[in-house]
């Protein structure tokens, strides 16, 4: 027995490293181009998931043009192109926040692009005005709630988690992160500074823990019966809908709320993309937005992250069929995201949510 | 030094020169951070961060150091103790396996405790199923807390503690202790009067390294949700995009750092530490009666399970139960080797220089001796701040060989004090006498260093590039802010895995960057099994 | 008055080697009785089974009528009362040198203890180095706190192990005597663990020559060296030369010198004396002080003398000798 566990350890390690070279994986999306490539493409991406890796290598396979890209936080890459100013190598820039997208175009980081495809095939709501960015897939920040201890009249609006129902019974993940820093965004816009500080406080004031984990964490929270409400993207609800048996068994014990579906709509938010204002490959980044705008960029855009495509007609991932059928989403300038981004995090540290 | 010596050291000798070039290469990403932060103003979200935050930020750091310092003191100290003075089955074997733990970086525990003991961790579930109750019905400890840090950074850096205590234990003059005994000290005072004011200098050196690694953790505070000022600096550089504020966190931490250091100074005061012995006896170990003996076993099973083979075993069944579903790092592994073998060798550079002129007297040699240790104590984040901006300034772009160099750069100024050591050390065997023999035959300073000092010194050397290389390895905020283009290491990769909710995709990443850690930790633990007391000054 | 320290056939194995072999010591109370012996004799392993710093394997160990020692069973050191004096001084090196003293005081209370402290530091010649601490006093100074430090408590005995040989030779002498003086004082059993035969000599009451882990002889300082009991104690006490009966010079001994004896003398034991028919050559004269060594050639054996400086003879004169008997001692040679 004991020699199996460093010997098993041991086969994983090197079956992890050594590795077919076909996966290549991070950096060279395909390991051997189909044809001598005709370009190259410096992708910046604020978005890590292996299906985006499998995204590039299809690009790459069907136009020929070289993909390199870097991941990294959208801090970070904001921060990178700034430094590396006019000589910056970066193409397209890609973000899983409108308000991110807002704040690379902010900085000068993004060049707006004309594309009739994008115009035509993304809904306006959905994009910068000024053509800088362009969203490409939706994801809805919504309640989840523990349906033995909660109505769902009792979630049906983000207000209510800062009922003194609720002492004790909210889990949330840190204001750090960007999807509660983009939810903060536009309560601000929809209520007002000092009542979004308010529900803040409120929300704060309900803690059952202070906020940790990420949104996978408090669905989980909630089926453990640590508390009954959190928010969370509802992708990562899907997701775990076809995750480990034990992801299975604690979301089936969890439902989902679309709130505010009376007044103004759930709370949406984009993965979208622009061009670098100093792109060395402008053409190739069109190209490669409008790429993903196609059914099948759609579809491998999407179909890991269980993300809701932006493209009419395109194919709905597998899972998600699990979400109400019908559902009104917030129509809101996904720019004031970026704009109040600042403010909201103030808000949020005022109120003492970490 | 009176007016004399100082003028008379104040010449610029041979070996100057090399040394100020590497302690300020050293010292810019420093010295610009915290000029940065003076200058600047801070900028708006300064003014925010001050009033809301950075009593948060400053009370998270001063806790986590304060129950990190107790825990670590409960744990290494006794533990020391006990394998220096006690004979018990498993002595010798525990001895070394207690240093084990330095392998593994903070947030590598991190990841794994935080899993181990979360709300689905194998115990919790383990309480529910067992009992039908849910998470409100029982309590159990929070990882993700500030306890849980400094606990976590416990597991993670006691040894430095464990390692000085020991080596001051085994050194103690042996006689003192029979002294005590014959002037009717019970052991227990032995202990707490005797042997631990004694080592009580060395276990303050230890205890200020670990406080430092502990100022600098970032990706442990980070991932556990705990605001400390490491964290706010990154995040103020992050969420801000507030160089100019994040700075201005730096100043505070530093101005903690430093007070670290001075408190570890003071506590040498007047009173010495080590007694000259013209004779060495080993220390005879008691030999424990069966249950106590069976006590010692459990206490040191429990605390090497607990720091190293309980968290380890978390993250290599994480990698089992993936079934090879963990997406590859391959390329991550190249880049790490990579970008911190370019660290090291930089930082290979600087070390040997500093560690030829640590023989070296006078005011310049001293002065770039000081700006060299002045980057160890300082996060990577803020060195990465300091190169970002300094790069700059310059107007170069921080991709491709610039990422790298800036990177190495920042690996260099934290890392040569550490590399340096073992150098040090390595010349320290060697008399002093060598060095004037060769002076007083007409040999510069230069050539002193490079024709008598640097052979010895390359005995260290292989310790030392060790110990750089996986020092850089492990880091990562700063790799994180400066990796060029397309260059993920292995740091970088767990840490997006455990902070993307894909655990058992950053355990394999955590596993590997343990299993190099692993390497100097060995070699140091077998210079200490074959080095004896009395061997060293 | 204080109680004797009684060794009764003490043996102390590591593994099957016995270091310490059915040694049977009596220190006397007031008297300082020096353990003579080369290194590896067992004379620090002695010291610690008095000391209860090692379990005794046979035999006991007493202090008047207390048991200290038997077989299985030891009264701890820190329950002995027996104070202990290193070569390596051994001061705890973050006290000061008062509180180095005070140690061992903590049952009388601080103040007395403080009192106490001041005392033996001042009665040692140590008072204003009371606040040093141990790295910032000399070596003479560090061992005069080490002995105050022993005998504050008012130990029921005391046991110095290589006390002096960590002191430059100038301070020995002078620390020495300030130390053995207020040892005697104490009044108390003591016991001076040492290699070197003149600081036995010099220092002790009584002297215990150890060899081998073997008690060879106890007695009076002056018994042992005067009447030594077996050739290696005279050896052990100083040079002396060594002649047996067959290489004889003719009319030397001036007594009868049985055969397969031998025959030895200690140097000053070696007489100038022109008067005497035996001669011998002078092949090396050399100066060691007040008094002159000399390498003698007697009819093929080589003879070392010690005479005054004035008188002495230069290389290559010849001289008459003769040998005192009270220095001259005959043994039946251990090999024949």
């Known amino acids: 027995m004991k020699w199996y566990v460093p010997l098993a350890a041991a086969c994983v390690f090197l079956s992890a490293c050594g590795g077919p070279s076909g996966t290549s994986e991070e950096s060279e999306a395909a390991a051997t181009p189909p044809a001598e490539p005709t370009g190259l493409l410096n992708v910046y991406s604020a978005r890590h998931y292996d299906s985006d890796k499998e995204l590039y290598k299809r690009f790459e396979a069907e136009t020929g043009i070289r993909v390199r890209f870097r991941e990294s936080g959208a801090a970070e890459l904001l921060e990178a192109m700034k430094a590396e100013g006019d000589k910056s190598p970066a193409d397209v820039i890609i973000s899983s926040d409108a308000g991110t997208l807002y704040r690379f175009k902010a900085a000068g980081l993004m060049q707006p692009i004309e594309s009739d495809i994008l115009l035509d095939r993304i809904p306006e709501h959905f994009r910068d005005p000024d053509h800088n960015w362009y969203g490409l897939a939706k994801r809805l920040r919504v309640i989840v709630y523990d349906p033995a201890r909660v109505e769902p009249d009792q979630v049906d609006e983000y207000a209510d988690l800062a009922s003194a129902n609720f002492e004790g019974e909210i889990c949330m993940r840190s204001s750090t992160n960007i999807y509660n820093l983009s939810l903060m965004g536009e309560l601000i816009d929809r209520l007002g500074k000092d009542t979004a500080e308010a529900w803040a406080r409120s929300v704060v004031a309900n803690f059952a823990r202070l906020p940790q984990g990420g949104d996978t964490g408090q669905i989980e929270a909630i089926a453990a019966g640590q508390c009954s409400a959190a928010l969370v993207n509802h992708y990562y609800w899907v997701r775990m809908t076809q995750g480990s048996d034990a992801q299975r068994k604690s979301v089936e014990k969890t439902m989902l709320s679309f709130p505010q579906q009376d007044s103004w709509g759930a709370h949406v938010n984009v993965t979208g993309a622009g061009v670098a204002a100093h792109a060395p490959h402008k053409e190739a980044a069109i190209q490669f937005i409008e790429w993903l705008a196609t059914e099948e960029g759609q579809f491998l855009l999407t179909t890991e992250t269980k993300e809701i495509p932006l493209v009419a007609g395109a194919e709905m991932p597998e899972g998600l069929d699990r979400l109400p059928p019908d559902f009104k989403e917030s129509v809101f300038s996904l720019n004031k995201l970026g704009e109040n981004q600042a403010e909201a995090q103030a808000i949020y540290d005022r109120a003492g949510w970490n | 030094m009176n007016t004399y010596t100082a003028i008379r050291s104040f010449r610029f000798r041979s070996i100057d020169g090399p040394a100020l070039l590497a302690g300020l290469i050293i010292a810019v990403p420093v010295v610009v951070t915290l000029l940065a932060g003076i200058l600047n103003g801070g900028g708006e979200a300064w003014s925010h961060i001050r009033d809301t935050l950075l009593t948060g930020y400053t009370t998270g750091t001063l806790g986590t150091l304060a129950l990190t310092a107790l825990m670590t003191l409960a744990v290494a100290v006794p533990a020391a103790w006990l394998v220096t003075m006690y004979q018990f089955p498993g002595r010798g074997l525990f001895e070394w396996l207690l240093i084990l733990p330095l392998a593994a970086p903070g947030y590598v525990l991190a990841y794994a405790y935080a899993d181990l003991m979360g709300l689905m961790g194998p115990f919790q579930v383990a309480i529910r199923e067992a009992t039908g109750w849910t998470a409100r019905d029982y309590w159990f400890p929070d990882m993700r807390s500030l306890p849980g840090l400094a606990f976590v950074l416990t597991c993670a850096l006691y040894p430095y503690v464990y390692l000085t205590a020991r080596a001051a234990f085994v050194s103690q003059s042996v006689c003192a202790l029979e002294a005590a005994r014959s002037l009717g000290a019970s052991s227990a005072r032995r202990f707490w009067q005797v042997a631990l004011p004694a080592a009580r200098p060395a276990i303050a050196a230890g205890l200020a390294l670990t406080l430092m690694e502990a100022a600098a953790d970032y990706g442990a505070a980070e991932y556990l949700g705990v605001p400390t000022l490491t964290f706010g600096i990154v995040r103020a550089w992050q969420s801000f995009g507030e160089p100019a504020a994040a700075a201005r966190l730096a100043l505070v931490l530093v101005v903690i750092v430093i007070a670290l250091i001075l408190t570890e100074r003071h506590t040498r005061g007047r009173a010495g530490s080590q007694q000259s012995s013209t004779r060495w006896r080993n220390v005879s170990r008691t030999r424990l009666p069966r249950w106590a003996g069976l006590g010692a076993v459990a206490a040191c099973a429990l605390l090497f399970l607990a720091t190293f083979v309980l968290p380890m075993s978390r993250l290599i069944w994480l990698v089992m139960e993936s079934q090879g579903q963990i997406a590859p790092i391959g390329r991550a592994l190249v880049n790490t080797l990579i970008l911190a073998g370019s660290g090291a060798a930089l930082a290979f550079v600087l070390a040997m220089v500093i560690a030829l002129t640590a023989r070296q007297s006078g005011l310049i040699a001293g002065f770039a001796r000081l700006m060299a240790s002045t980057g160890y104590a300082i996060p990577g984040a803020v060195l990465a701040l300091g190169a970002l901006l300094v790069m700059g300034y310059l107007g170069i772009t921080l991709t491709g060989a610039g990422a790298i160099i800036a990177l190495a750069w920042v690996y260099a100024s934290r890392f040569t004090t550490s590399g340096a050591e073992p150098m040090v050390a390595a010349l320290g065997r060697a008399p002093a006498s060598m060095g004037y023999a060769a002076e007083s035959l007409g040999a510069s300073p230069l050539r002193r260093a490079v024709s008598v000092d640097l052979p010895v010194a390359l005995s260290g050397a292989m310790a030392g590039a060790l110990i750089l290389f996986v020092e850089s390895l492990k880091e990562l905020p700063a790799t994180l802010m400066l990796r060029p283009f397309n260059w993920d290491t292995l740091s970088v990769r767990a840490n997006a895995y455990a902070t993307d909710e894909r655990l058992a995709a950053a355990a394999l990443p955590s596993l590997l960057i343990t299993l190099a850690g692993l390497l100097p930790v060995i070699l140091l633990s077998w210079r200490l099994s074959h080095s004896r007391p009395g061997d060293t000054q | ?336």
């Open chain 3, 1 to 336: 008055m204080s109680a004797h320290l009684i060794a009764t056939n003490v043996t102390r194995r590591y593994g099957p080697t016995a270091v310490v072999e059915g040694v049977s010591l009596d220190l006397e109370p007031g008297d300082i009785t020096a353990l003579l012996g080369g290194s590896g004799a067992g004379k620090s392993t002695l010291l610690r089974l008095f000391a209860g710093l090692e379990p005794l394997d046979e035999g006991e160990i007493r202090l008047g009528d207390q048991l200290l020692s038997r077989p299985g069973k030891t009264v701890p050191a820190e329950k002995r009362r027996i104070g202990l004096i290193f070569q390596d001084f051994a001061l705890f090196p973050h006290l000061t040198a008062a509180q180095n003293v005070a140690f061992g005081l903590k049952s009388r209370g601080k103040e007395t203890a403080r009192t106490i402290a001041a005392e033996w530091l001042e009665r040692l010649g140590l008072t204003g180095r009371a606040d040093a601490f141990p790295h910032e006093l000399s070596g003479g100074e560090q061992q005069r706190v080490a002995i105050a430090r022993a005998l504050a408590p008012e130990p029921a005995a005391i046991l110095m192990d290589e006390p002096f040989s960590g002191l430059d030779p100038a301070l020995r002498g002078s620390v020495r005597d300030t130390a053995l003086a207020a040892i005697r004082e104490a009044g108390i059993p003591a016991l001076l663990v040492t290699h070197d035969p003149t600081e036995a000599l010099e220092s002790a009451d009584c002297i215990a020559i150890l060899q081998g882990g073997c008690l060879l002889q106890q007695g009076k300082a002056a018994d042992v060296y005067m009447k030594p009991e077996s050739a290696a104690i005279a050896a052990a006490l100083g040079p002396v030369s060594r002649i047996r009966a067959a290489d004889l010079p003719a009319g030397l001994a001036g007594q009868a010198v049985p055969a397969g004896a031998e025959l030895i003398v200690r140097p000053e034991g070696v007489v100038q004396d022109e008067g005497s028919p035996v001669r011998a050559k002078v092949t090396a004269s050399q100066l060691t002080g007040p008094l002159c060594r000399l390498l003698l050639d007697c009819q093929g054996q080589a003879l070392t003398a010690l005479v005054p400086r004035i008188t002495a003879p230069k290389t290559g004169a010849e001289i008459g000798i003769r040998l005192d008997p009270a220095l001259t001692f005959i043994f039946q040679s251990a090999d024949s």
